[in-house]
C-alpha cells in the first residue's frame, strides 16, 4: 500500500537529532538536546513533531543474529504463476506471516518478489523452501542465494546535515 509521498522540509537541527538517533535511540532527551545543541524541551518538542509526521516510525532494538543462532542470511526470488490480485494477496499475506522473513519486496522483471531471510542452518532453509515457501499457492520458481559474508548491513539512512 503506497502512503503519502509528501516530502516533509528538515533543517540542520532535524538532520542532527534524525542522525543522532538512528546511531543511538536510547539516548536521553538531556543528552540529545546537548549535542544538537538545543534546550531539552526545544528538542522533545521536535522530537514529537518527527513522530507525528511519520518520520520516525518506531525505536526497535538491533539484536546479533549470529549469537542467536541464524547463521544463513538468504536472498530468495519468488516467482509468480499470475499477477491476479486475489493470487498476489495471497502470497503478500504469506509473506507477512513468516518470521524468518526481514524484507520482502516486489520487484520488477524476471521475478516478481525478493526477500531477505535469516535461517539457523542448511536444513531449516531446505524446510523453509520445500515446506514454507513451496506451498504457497500461485508460486512458479523459487531461487535462492546465501551471503558468505556480510559486508555492511545499516539502518542509517543517508541524512546530510
Not at 543522532?20 to 538545543?38: G, M
Not at 509526521?53 to 543462532?69: A, H, M, P, S
Not at 520488477?108 to 513451496?134: H, M, P, Q, R, W
Amino acid at each position: 500500500m503506497l502512503e503519502s509521498l509528501t516530502r516533509i522540509e528538515f533543517d540542520e537541527i532535524d538532520r542532527k537529532l534524525l542522525n543522532t538517533l538512528q546511531k543511538d535511540a536510547t539516548i536521553s532527551n538531556v543528552e540529545l538536546a546537548r549535542r544538537v545543541n538545543l534546550s531539552p524541551p526545544a528538542t522533545h518538542t521536535r522530537i514529537k513533531r518527527l513522530e507525528r509526521e511519520g518520520v520516525i516510525e518506531q525505536y526497535v532494538t538491533l539484536l546479533n543474529k549470529e549469537k542467536l543462532g541464524f547463521d544463513l542470511i538468504c536472498f530468495i526470488f519468488l516467482k509468480a504463476t499470475s499477477h491476479q490480485k486475489r493470487e498476489n494477496e495471497q502470497i503478500q499475506k504469506a509473506i507477512l506471516e513468516m518470521p524468518e522473513i526481514l524484507e520482502c519486496h516486489s520487484i520488477t522483471g524476471e521475478y516478481d518478489y525478493f526477500i531477505k531471510a535469516v535461517i539457523k542452518n542448511s536444513k531449516d532453509l531446505k524446510n523453509f523452501v520445500a515446506i514454507k515457501l513451496s506451498s504457497l499457492p500461485g508460486i512458479s520458481g523459487i531461487y535462492t542465494s546465501i551471503s558468505y559474508e556480510e559486508l555492511k548491513s545499516t539502518t542509517n539512512l543517508p541524512i546530510t546535515v
